[in-house]
């Protein structure tokens, strides 16, 4: 019987051993001698594939300067691997481990708290409404009765829902696998508009065979801080990509970086976004933290 016991004190003592490894990323990724940064394909000029592997993005550019602290603080050169994630599977790939840093478009409320922590808001959103321009849409009350396009494992549509000004509007969800995928419903007329966070509405459209076709129109639904994803409860690993933040804030090269993707053209295709910081964005530099969505919406 006590050895019995002693099996299982061992046994339990071995998962938890493996559960605070697993959240040790900075012990993972110096005894692997690799880092995966989890990309996007298309949230707009956030995080983006350029195609055969390569990625691109205001957030892709800020992890590499956080892999590279991550390198100094481990004492050796990283591989760096690459992992497209979607906003049904970013969340998961986190916590277990497929991805350490994930470098999309993704925002930090109270929810997604529970499951993962995030660094320093980097961008603060505001979910708007595209649409085409011969539509005649210029908000949320003709929607009535039209058929708007969201991302599969977003929460834009259900903020339209919410809003206010919402109240007898009555509309149709159809659901794409992607950003690009939703935007391809716009674009197609299989959707009368499509409900997203502003910037990456606006690179889809900076991106469309005809730009000029569309337009972002309506009230603001949603403010939102939007932020770099990694594993909760990994205080060490959190403070590396904090304190590369707070500096690159500091010092102006982060409002640098984000000139480089929002407003001078961006590759392939040498097109602009045309999004100068907002205010909102502005004060998030100035006074870094990590406050969730609930905190933006109190009044």
Not at 124 to 134: F, S, T
Not at 216 to 223: A, D, H, P, Q, T
Request: proline share 3%.
């Amino acid at each position: 019987m006590n050895k019995q016991l002693l099996a299982i004190a061992i046994s339990l003592a071995a998962s938890g051993g493996a559960f605070a490894q697993a959240n040790d990323t900075l012990t993972k990724v110096k005894g692997s001698g690799a880092i995966t940064m989890g990309v996007r394909d298309s949230s707009g000029a956030l995080s983006y594939t350029l195609g055969d592997g390569k990625y691109a993005g205001y957030h892709y550019e800020i992890c590499q300067r956080v892999i590279a602290n991550v390198e100094k603080a481990a004492g050796r050169k990283l591989e760096v691997k690459y992992q497209s994630v979607t906003s049904q599977n970013r969340i998961p790939l986190v916590q277990n481990g497929t991805v350490d840093i994930e470098c999309g478009s993704t925002t930090n409320n109270a929810t997604r708290q529970r499951d993962v922590s995030f660094l320093l808001t980097t961008y603060v959103e505001e979910v708007r409404i595209a649409v085409k321009g011969a539509s005649g849409i210029t908000g949320i009350a003709q929607l009535n009765a039209k058929n708007v396009a969201t991302t599969t494992g977003t929460t834009s549509v259900q903020i339209l829902r919410k809003h206010e000004r919402a109240n007898g509007v009555d509309f149709k969800e159809v659901f794409g696998k992607d950003h690009a995928d939703s935007f391809l419903l716009l674009e197609s007329g299989r959707a009368d508009a499509f409900v997203m966070d502003g910037q990456i509405l606006a690179g889809n459209i900076a991106t469309a065979k005809n730009p000029a076709d569309f337009k972002i129109v309506g009230e603001v639904l949603s403010v939102e801080p939007i932020a770099i994803m990694v594993r909760k409860d990994d205080a060490a690993f959190k403070k590396i990509g904090d304190d590369t933040i707070r500096e690159l804030a500091k010092s102006g090269e982060l409002a640098k970086i984000y000139d480089k993707w929002f407003v001078q053209p961006i590759p392939p295709k040498n097109t602009r976004v045309g999004l100068p910081l907002s205010d909102a964005t502005k004060a998030a530099f100035a006074a870094p933290n990590d406050k969730p969505l609930e905190d933006y919406a109190k009044k």
